[in-house]
């Protein structure tokens, strides 16, 4: 049988498809309203159109409809980077050669810069690589928040503070989307563990929900005007969270008012009636289910493909229900692959490496330094570098950010650069971590295998170390299983592989040690009292090791600050009972059980408020240069307190310091944080410069959430206004009343 279509049908054909008048449909047009062009569009499409669009229509695509012109959304990883092309079905890369990216810092590192105008920064260069790539909507950022500093995913996201990963969020989502690209806000809700994330359900109450949980993403949606949110694996009020009515219905598209498009996670939606009725607008996943296996036809029997057309049929799912999942996804497409304004992106500029840079060094956190920082090694001298990290490629991996860069610079090699000709460096790796090169395809093409002893290996670093004028160590987490990783937690905050061990060892023999911590979340420093300096680096992407090196050598001075407690030990954080972490099984429910009940107090609302000493604060880092702080005052203004101060550079270098507010509510009806973070500036000075730093007080940042009302409630009587350099240093404490 022939199949070829006869050339004059073809002809026919194109013809036919030409505009029957001059004037192009309304949703055609780029200068008409959003909603013309959706309610347009959305006239001319049939049922089977619309159900169409709302499920995947492969790994990282969802379907356009292709009669009308209107295109497929691409949704890509997200959020350090633009993940390398899959296949169409699989996880592994594709092996496109055109798809190497500048691979960004990870987000908890752009948390620690504490500067608003950074995480623009890094939105807008992230969105441009996006839509260079052809990406409509880039799944991040993330900001859950650091319940457990175990989390695997910690170093995906921005802390444990609310105020902080909002402030954040906002020009982060405003700078991706000034490209044309939606930032896909995730894992809304409360999903604050990898351990059992897909089973788990969390009980929280609605104060610690309002307070803790839900700022940030408030924050992304209605000040950063986000056009997409990705529902979390987990289950909140005995429902998954793709299609949770309270989180979806009620509080985000009900109280706040968005507007945009609900993603699920990669397999999150689990129900086919509650997908069509609870939110949901996007199902996205593998095969039928991405947790549960494979099967034919697959993408037709996703819960939002053949069941919805069925309940559609049927009369179980309405018209309405279809045409606001129809126009919130023809929104999306319309801001984004049809946007008004044309974008057409930039991808591995040199713009955008220097951003990385710039972000990653920004961020790095000067906890400790008695002097030998920056590094001063004798002309001829011998700098001795320590540990896996310096060497080890970190981009690859960690889950599904992982990224395939068009270059990664590690510490060991941007050392050479800057030393080579006239200090020795020399490498020792004291410990063998991880030894991983390839993550879903993606290798480094490092050989990390070794042949050497653990016992040999420190032998080797300890005789080095005798004869070295300096001693770097280098070391921390990696993104393997049971570190920083997607999909799992770690099991304790100890640094893994002897490291303690080793570090102790290094600094009996060297008068002049210095440890670089990688990792994403916080671990033990046991040693601290015995090393010179400490520096907490972070997964740094494309520039890691440039960026680490500047602040090392001065060339960049440290001004990061923790966005997370770097607590003594793990058992004196707030999760003291299974109950808590990782959740218990109980007898008749079908799912793992989480009980929030160390309510609103995490991070450093716990540690402050219950007077637990901790390693290093939150909020804490230091600088080569000091700062004094002055003439602090509180005054009542038109609509709140206005509280002023003067922060002054007095060291010989020039430096950035991160002044922070805190509020303090000295009488209460319910139990409040000893200091909540409201308001911080990062200030640039020159040596001798001064500045005046000023904050607004209002209300809200007085108020506490009262579950019984559902109302912000801010009650009168005594406040005190904190300011300081730390959570645990403050240098001034204003008091004022409501
Ligand atoms: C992760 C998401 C990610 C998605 C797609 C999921 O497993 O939880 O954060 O965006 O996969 O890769």
């Known amino acids: 049988m022939r199949t070829l279509i006869p050339s004059a049908m073809v002809a026919l054909t194109l013809f036919s498809c030409a505009p029957k008048t001059g004037r192009s449909p309304v949703y055609l047009n780029p200068s008409a309203p959003l909603e013309d062009r959706v309610e347009d569009a959305l006239s001319r499409m049939t049922l089977e159109e619309k159900v169409a669009m709302t499920h995947a229509q492969s790994k990282f695509s969802s379907a356009g409809v292709p009669r009308l012109g209107i295109p497929e959304l691409w949704h890509t990883d997200g959020p350090h980077g633009i993940r390398p092309e899959v296949l169409w079905d699989e996880w592994d890369q594709a092996g496109w050669t055109n798809d190497s990216c500048t691979a960004f810092p990870a987000l908890v590192n752009l948390a620690a810069t504490w500067d608003r105008e ?65 930032a896909c806000v995730k894992h809304f809700a409360v999903n604050n563990q990898e351990t059992r994330r897909t089973a788990t359900n969390s009980v929280v109450d609605d104060r610690t929900l309002y307070e803790i949980y839900l700022p940030a993403f408030r924050k992304a949606v209605t000040e950063g005007g986000a056009w997409a949110i990705m529902g979390s694996y987990n289950l909140y009020n005995g429902q998954f969270n793709c299609h949770n009515k309270k989180l979806l219905c009620d509080i985000l598209k009900g109280e706040w008012g968005f507007d945009g498009v609900v993603v699920s996670d990669w397999g999150g939606c689990r129900d086919d009636d509650e997908a069509v009725s609870n939110g949901l607008d996007i199902e996205m996943g593998t095969w039928t289910n991405g947790l549960r296996g494979a099967a034919s036809d697959s993408y037709s029997n996703y ?61 790095l956190v000067l906890l400790k330094n008695d002097g030998t920082l920056p590094l001063s090694v004798p002309e001829g001298g011998k ?56 993550y879903n395809k993606v290798v480094t093409g490092q050989d990390l295998s070794e042949s050497r002893s653990a016992a040999r290996l420190l032998e080797d670093a300890v005789s080095a170390a005798r004869e070295a004028d300096v001693v770097l160590y280098i070391g921390g987490l990696n993104k393997s299983a049971g570190q920083d990783n997607e999909g799992t937690d770690r099991a304790d905050i100890v640094l893994p592989y002897g490291q303690d061990a080793l570090i102790e060892a290094l600094a009996e023999v060297s008068s002049r040690l210095v440890v670089v911590n990688i990792s994403g979340s916080p671990v033990a420093m046991p040693w601290a009292d015995r090393v010179n300096a400490i520096v907490q680096g972070w997964y740094g992407g494309s520039e890691s090791g440039h960026a680490l090196v500047d602040v090392l050598t001065g060339a960049v001075n440290p001004s990061g600050k923790l966005p997370f407690t770097m607590p003594l030990s793990l058992s004196d954080g707030p999760l003291k009972t299974e109950r808590q972490y990782p959740g218990v099984k109980e007898e008749g429910k079908q799912w793992w059980q989480e009980y929030y009940d160390e309510g609103v107090f995490v991070g450093y609302r716990w540690y402050d ?53 805190y509020i303090a509510d000295r009488e209460a009806s319910v139990e409040r944080p000893a200091k909540e973070l409201k308001g911080f500036e990062k200030v640039y000075l020159q040596p001798s410069e001064s500045r005046k730093v000023s904050f607004m007080i209002g209300r809200e940042d007085l108020s506490f959430f009262d579950a019984a009302r559902h109302a912000w409630v801010a009650e009168p009587g005594d406040f005190e206004a904190l300011v300081g350099s730390s959570s645990a240093d403050i240098r001034a404490r204003l008091e004022f009343k409501l």
């Open 118 to 182: 950074l995480s623009r920064l890094y939105g807008d260069c992230i969105g441009q690589e996006a839509r260079y790539r052809g990406k409509d909507i880039l799944l991040g950022p993330g900001i859950n928040m650091g319940r457990t500093p175990l989390n695997g995913r910690t170093f995906e996201y921005m802390g444990e503070d609310p105020y902080l990963a909002g402030e954040l969020v906002v020009p982060y989502v405003q700078g991706v989307q000034a490209n044309g690209v939606a």
């Open 303 to 363: 819960h939002l493909a053949r069941p919805f057309l069925e309940r559609l049929r049927d009369g179980r799912a309405t018209a309405e229900q279809l045409d606001d999942k129809a126009r919130r996804i023809l929104r999306t497409v319309f801001r984004t692959a049809m946007s008004p304004e044309p974008h057409y992106g930039s991808f591995t500029s040199p713009e955008h490496f220097a951003a990385a840079r710039k972000i990653a060094a920004e961020g």
């Open 383 to 438: 700098l001795l570098v320590v540990g896996e990290n310096a060497y080890k490629m970190m981009v690859v991996g960690g889950g599904s950010s992982n990224l395939k860069t068009k270059y990664e610079v590690i510490p060991l090699d941007a050392l050479h650069e800057v030393y080579d000709g006239k200090v020795q460096v020399e490498w020792q790796r004291g410990y063998v971590g991880d030894v991983t090169t390839d």
């Open 609 to 661: 408020t219950r007077q637990i000493p901790v390693q290093y604060p939150f909020g804490h880092g230091l600088s080569y240069t000091r700062f004094e702080y002055s003439d602090a005052s509180v005054k009542k203004a038109a609509d709140g307190w206005k509280v002023q101060l003067t922060v002054k550079n007095t060291g010989e270098v020039a430096g950035a310091e991160v002044v922070q507010l």
